[in-house]
């Protein structure tokens, strides 16, 4: 499970924390002015991130980093690695680097379980939609990337699809809340009465990818019936676009848990883009202007990214919510490809943002490791979880992530292009913001935001 969404309980207020009064800082080695610095700074932090992988060594297991937590052989929950695999395949789709292809490859098939479906026993115990379906999507990011096929195993794609297809059966949405996923997919898991954003914005965003790989219109059709249903139960807000973690079935979902995180807002705006990107129709192009607009807002104060429902407070997030600054950024850079017009409101800020988050790379041994708070502009050492480290793969997953997301060109195509990977995408790189869009107002909803961080605590405790 993607632990604790469900459970904050102390309202935190998210005052963006001031720039400490720094003496001497070092100077990050990453660079991101030119289309070089960046290839340069992703190689190396690629390197440096899997280094923390544990999963192509001699009698470890694919697809995994160290953990779960409950039985205290790391601190990492099964979903991290699926946002891991992703992580690599946006860098080879952005870069072409194929370095990693293998290892990748290894980890997505080791991990589908045996009926290919991404629901592997090892991982009943804790098994939640949005886990299931954060591996589905690394898996569909495969196909769109041109990963090479493993022979003599499903597709990527019909992987994806075959996963897509347990989380459509009927099993899965019963009547309370009129519909909808829940969080936990076993009904004796912890969290199995919790039907929340994560599970049901993962599914929107891989069936809108999937019906755009496959052009299967029945896909298209759950994308739209989920984005209806998380309007109708208030877990978006239509008003602002703010997006709340979810609520509980003995409610019928009326308690809604009002936290915010930026991967429940990313993934809507992932979905809506790649629902707009095939359908050009304006009920979807209106709702991603406006999601869009409302992620930057909220979750890039200063135009650099944070984790607003707990980064004011020091090691208020936990290990899993250190690794949603990466994803955002993703989803934000991958949009802009989907949908063009949005490239000239996006780009800039997640340039600007990525420029806050390499300035925390100076840390540790090799000088380079890189910190979470990334509008602090200095290295704070990730906080331990447990005994057993390494503790910072969501910190240098997130700055790899932000880095090679400058790679996007909106101008010569994205994900799910039908020729693979665009390793000939030497377009005119992250100086190029695209065409001049008439859509992203990039203040839209700049009142609400600005209510967003300077009082906090507008979420009710669950
Ligand atoms: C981007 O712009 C900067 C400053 O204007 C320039 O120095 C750099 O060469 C440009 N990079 C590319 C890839 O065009
Ligand atoms: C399941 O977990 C066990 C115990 O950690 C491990 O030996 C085995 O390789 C795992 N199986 C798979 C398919 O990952
Ligand atoms: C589209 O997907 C649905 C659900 O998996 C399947 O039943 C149907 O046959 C597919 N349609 C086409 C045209 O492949
Ligand atoms: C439960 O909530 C939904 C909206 O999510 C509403 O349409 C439905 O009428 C409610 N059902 C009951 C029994 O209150
Ligand atoms: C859909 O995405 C492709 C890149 O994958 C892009 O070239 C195309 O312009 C997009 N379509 C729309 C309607 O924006």
């Known amino acids: 499970?993607?632990?604790?969404?469900?459970?904050?309980?102390?309202?935190?207020?998210?005052?963006?924390?001031?720039?400490?009064?720094?003496?001497?800082a070092a100077e990050s080695p990453f660079k991101v002015d030119s289309r070089e610095d960046i290839l340069k700074s992703a190689k190396t932090l690629a390197e440096d991130l899997m280094a923390l992988y544990e999963g192509n060594k001699p009698g470890k297991i694919p697809g995994i980093l160290p953990g779960p937590p409950s039985d205290f052989s790391g601190p990492y929950y099964w979903w991290q690695a699926g946002a891991f695999m992703s992580t690599y395949i946006d860098y080879y789709r952005l870069t072409g680097?194929?370095?990693?292809?293998?290892?990748?490859?290894?980890?997505?098939?080791?991990?589908?379980?045996?009926?290919?479906?991404?629901?592997?026993?090892?991982?009943?115990?804790?098994?939640?939609?949005?886990?299931?379906?954060?591996?589905?999507?690394?898996?569909?990011?495969?196909?769109?990337?041109?990963l090479p096929d493993v022979k003599g195993k499903p597709s990527w794609a019909e992987i994806a699809e075959t996963a897509l297809s347990?989380?459509?059966?009927?099993?899965r949405h019963d009547d309370t809340c009129d519909g909808g996923l829940?969080?936990?997919?076993?009904?004796?898991?912890?969290?199995?009465?919790?039907?929340?954003?994560?599970?049901?914005?993962?599914?929107?965003?891989?069936?809108?990818?999937?019906?755009?790989?496959?052009?299967?219109?029945?896909?298209?059709?759950?994308?739209?019936?989920?984005?209806?249903?998380?309007?109708?139960?208030?877990?978006?807000?239509?008003?602002?676009?703010r997006v709340y973690d979810g609520g509980h079935v003995q409610n019928n979902c009326t308690d809604v848990n009002k936290a915010q995180f930026s991967i429940n807002s990313a993934l809507l705006?992932?979905?809506?883009?790649?629902?707009?990107?095939?359908?050009?129709?304006?009920?979807?192009?209106?709702?991603?202007?406006?999601?869009?607009?409302?992620?930057?807002?909220?979750?890039?104060?200063?135009?650099?990214?944070?984790?607003?429902?707990?980064?004011?407070?020091?090691?208020?997030?936990?290990?899993?919510?250190?690794?949603?600054?990466?994803?955002?950024?993703?989803?934000?850079?991958?949009?802009?490809?989907?949908?063009?017009?949005?490239?000239?409101?996006?780009?800039?800020?997640?340039?600007?943002?990525?420029?806050?988050?390499?300035?925390?790379?100076?840390?540790?041994?090799?000088?380079?490791?890189?910190?979470?708070y990334w509008s602090e502009g200095k290295y704070v050492k990730p906080e331990a979880v447990g005994k057993v480290g390494p503790f910072n793969v969501g910190e240098q997953m997130n700055v790899l992530a932000a880095v090679e997301g400058l790679l996007v060109d909106p101008a010569t195509g994205g994900p799910a292009s039908p020729d693979g990977p665009t390793e000939t995408n030497t377009g005119a790189g992250p100086n190029q913001t695209g065409p001049a869009g008439s859509g992203a107002g990039r203040f839209e909803v700049g009142v609400m935001t600005a209510m967003v961080v300077g009082?906090?605590?507008?979420?009710?405790?669950?």
């Open 455 to 462: 009082l906090g605590a507008l979420f009710v405790t669950a």
């Open 182 to 241: 829940r969080w936990q997919i076993p009904p004796s898991n912890l969290g199995y009465d919790y039907k929340n954003t994560i599970s049901n914005a993962c599914y929107l965003s891989l069936a809108a990818r999937v019906a755009k790989f496959t052009g299967n219109e029945t896909y298209a059709d759950i994308a739209g019936d989920t984005w209806d249903w998380l309007v109708n139960v208030g877990f978006i807000d239509e008003e602002n676009y």
């Open 1 to 24: 499970m993607i632990a604790s969404l469900a459970s904050v309980r102390s309202a935190a207020v998210a005052v963006p924390l001031l720039l400490a009064g720094l003496t001497s």
């Open 166 to 171: 347990t989380m459509a059966h009927p099993s």
């Open 269 to 372: 705006v992932q979905g809506a883009a790649y629902m707009f990107n095939q359908t050009s129709d304006k009920v979807w192009r209106d709702r991603l202007t406006k999601i869009t607009d409302a992620t930057l807002e909220n979750f890039f104060p200063d135009d650099v990214a944070f984790e607003l429902p707990c980064e004011g407070r020091r090691d208020a997030c936990n290990i899993d919510m250190r690794a949603f600054k990466g994803i955002t950024h993703r989803y934000l850079a991958a949009a802009t490809e989907l949908a063009p017009f949005l490239a000239e409101g996006v780009l800039p800020v997640l340039k600007k943002s990525t420029e806050a988050a390499v300035k925390t790379c100076t840390g540790g041994e090799s000088g380079r490791e890189c910190g979470f």
């Open 97 to 146: 680097d194929d370095t990693y292809n293998q290892i990748v490859a290894e980890g997505l098939m080791w991990q589908t379980g045996p009926n290919y479906d991404y629901l592997p026993p090892n991982q009943t115990a804790s098994i939640g939609n949005d886990d299931q379906c954060t591996w589905a999507s690394a898996a569909i990011g495969a196909a769109e990337a041109g």
